[in-house]
Every structure is written in C-alpha cells, then in structure tokens.
C-alpha cells in the first residue's frame, strides 16, 4: 500500500491537524511512521491520542494491510 | 482453552507488565524490544508474556485492553501504552516518574524480570 490512502484516513479523522506525516518506513508499503500534530487531540493522554489513530487506521491495520505502525502524536500546544 | 483469565491475572497482578513477541531473553520483534529496553533502562520490574505461542493470546489481550499491536505495557493494571509511548515516556523522564508515584521509592530495588507462558 502506498501511503496516500493512509493520509486520507487520518486527514478525515484528523481535520484539524496542523502537521500529518506518514512515511513508508522499509519502500515496502507496510511498515509505516505517522505523525500528527492537532488541537483536537490536546488534553487527551497519550493511549488516548494513539486510539485515535488506531481508530482512523483500524482498517488497514485489521485487514492485515499495516505489518507495522509507529505513532508520534501531539496536541497543538 | 481461553487465556483471557491468566492475562487479566497478569495485568492485575504485576507491578510493571509486558505482553511482547518473544522473551526477555529471546525477543523475536523490533518493537517489543524497544519497549523492553525503555523498561529496563526505568529500572521496572517486569513480567513479560510471550503471545507468539498461540495466536489466541494476542486476540484474548487485545479484546481486553483494546489495543491492536504488540508490545503493550501495563503499569499496576492500567494500560501505558505500546513502544513508541513507552520509549516517548522514558526518554521524557515521564516513565520514572508513573513508576514512583505508583510503586513507591524503591521501586528499582524489586527490580526482576519474570516470563510468565501461556499456550
């Protein structure tokens, strides 16, 4: 999987975001890194931030499509 | 045969808990290392499950805590987070910190790691 359906994902359930990232950590489209930087996520603790999302990526990380998913969340301040 | 009785066992029952993909002595994937490696470098106490015995195990855990990957790191029950947290945690001095409020001064000084089996 490229990493363009994975930027959709999370700019759907990130629409604030204010920094998205995902990178295609090995070129063979299922280890990935994302970062995300949004308001929407300040005040949350950090498990929280992580489900959400594993929440945005539930399907690909369900069927198999993401071997591996490194997280970097933040809220905006 | 269901686990889910011994995984809540072991959530509830450790100080530090690791479910992770392999041993302490023989971690068999990168990220349950680094989780590992930021416990040990925190000085926890910890008692690690291996879930590749069975592929029942990482179902049973993850319909418990609701977290989809592997390691996941509970502290006195509660859920801390998988690697990129627990590194996060311990690089931030955060780590130290959970595990004093929660364990007392002298956490370190219980410092052990025992491997539980399941399957």
New interface residues.
């Given amino acids: 999987m490229s990493t363009d359906p994975l930027r959709t994902l999370l700019e759907r359930a990130f629409p604030d975001a204010t920094e998205l990232d995902v990178v295609d950590r090995t070129g063979g489209g299922d280890h990935f890194q994302v970062v995300v930087t949004a308001p929407s996520l300040d005040g949350l603790t950090?498990?929280e931030q992580?489900?959400r999302v594993?929440d945005a990526l539930?399907e690909p990380?369900?069927d198999g499509t993401i071997h591996?998913?490194?997280?970097?969340t933040r809220g905006a301040t | 045969m269901s686990y889910s009785d011994t995984i809540r066992d072991v959530i509830e029952g450790s100080d530090v808990a690791i479910f992770m993909k392999g041993t302490p002595q023989f971690v068999m994937c990168g990220n349950s290392d680094r989780a590992l490696q930021a416990l040990r470098r925190a000085g926890a106490p910890v008692t690690a499950v291996d879930v590749l015995p069975d592929p029942q195990i990482r179902q049973e855990l993850t319909a418990i805590s609701g977290w989809p990957t592997i390691p996941q790191v509970f502290v006195k029950g509660e859920l801390v987070g998988g690697a990129d947290i627990v590194e996060e945690l311990e690089q931030s001095g955060e780590l130290a910190r959970t595990l004093r409020e929660r364990l007392g001064d002298e956490f370190a000084s219980a410092r052990e790691e025992r491997a539980v089996s399941l399957g």
């Fill in positions: 950090l498990v992580h489900r594993y539930s990380l369900g591996e998913l490194r997280i970097k």
